[in-house]
């Protein structure tokens, strides 16, 4: 049996891995799903100070006790997750990145956004340090097979995101470890990705090392909602 650390994308808490999580318990794995500071039910934490170190730090803390840990990361979640397994590759027994991957070094989350969208992001937060939540308006496929009720549940749950989680990055070591890695590809075809990897593009070279493997599960961005029995089964 495994043990698992569970961490959400932007926006969201522990929560959103409730389904998954249930599931992953049923077939007798430990599992902890990760609220990082200034989220849900840690909103209250949220200040000008919170950014990617701070969100390390969290899911430092909810390995703590545990060796050989699966660590799971969704969405945003990818830059403090990586962080983690560069500088503790000792702890991990695989990473999974779900819809996501792992930014090169010294590339935040913001960067990897269109130049639009970087401009808006920006004109939301002035001088802020949240960066609000969106309308999760399915107007595009990454909203796919979402129910009305997950919208709601979506509405009334999601949190803003600390603006340094989304403008910091971290750099990477010239090594990085070898430790097994998986990416579940929700709303991009495996196909579509190993094309990627092999034209050389600087964002998905990287995954072409023998630790990585893929598995597809298309759905929207969100399979923790959509297909969360399916992606329990991946895991």
């Known amino acids: 049996m495994a043990n698992y650390v569970l961490v959400p994308?932007?926006?969201?808490?522990?929560?959103?891995?409730?389904?998954?999580?249930?599931?992953?318990?049923?077939?007798?794995?430990?599992?902890?799903?990760?609220?990082?500071?200034?989220?849900?039910?840690r909103a209250g934490e949220l200040s000008p100070e919170v950014g990617v170190e701070t969100h390390v730090a969290d899911i430092l803390a909810a390995m703590d006790g545990w060796d050989e840990v699966v660590l799971v990361g969704h969405s945003g979640a990818s830059v403090p997750v990586t962080a983690v397994a560069d500088r503790h590759p000792e702890r991990l027994a695989r990473v999974v990145y779900v819809d996501t991957a792992p930014l090169p070094s010294g590339v935040a989350v913001i960067d990897f956004n269109d130049g639009d969208t970087q401009k808006a992001w920006r004109a939301q937060v002035g001088d802020g340090h949240a960066l609000d939540v969106p309308s999760f308006a399915p107007e595009e496929g990454r909203f796919a097979d979402l129910t009305e009720e997950r919208w709601e549940e979506i509405r009334a749950k999601a949190t803003p995101q600390p603006w340094g989680a989304?403008?910091?990055?971290?750099?990477?070591?010239?090594?990085?470890?070898?430790?097994?890695?998986?990416?579940?590809?929700?709303?991009?075809?495996?196909?579509?990705?190993?094309?990627?990897?092999?034209?050389?593009?600087?964002?998905?070279?990287?995954?072409?090392?023998?630790?990585?493997?893929?598995?597809?599960?298309?759905?929207?961005?969100?399979?923790?909602?959509?297909?969360?029995?399916?992606?329990?089964?991946?895991?």
């Open 166 to 235: 989304a403008t910091q990055a971290v750099e990477r070591p010239d090594r990085i470890p070898d430790t097994p890695k998986t990416m579940v590809a929700s709303t991009m075809p495996v196909a579509l990705i190993r094309q990627l990897i092999a034209s050389g593009n600087p964002a998905f070279a990287p995954l072409g090392t023998p630790e990585w493997t893929f598995a597809e599960l298309p759905t929207g961005h969100w399979p923790m909602f959509t297909r969360p029995a399916e992606l329990a089964a991946l895991l």
């Open 9 to 41: 994308g932007f926006w969201l808490g522990a929560w959103a891995w409730d389904e998954v999580a249930r599931e992953l318990r049923a077939a007798g794995h430990q599992v902890r799903a990760v609220t990082l500071a200034g989220l849900a039910e």
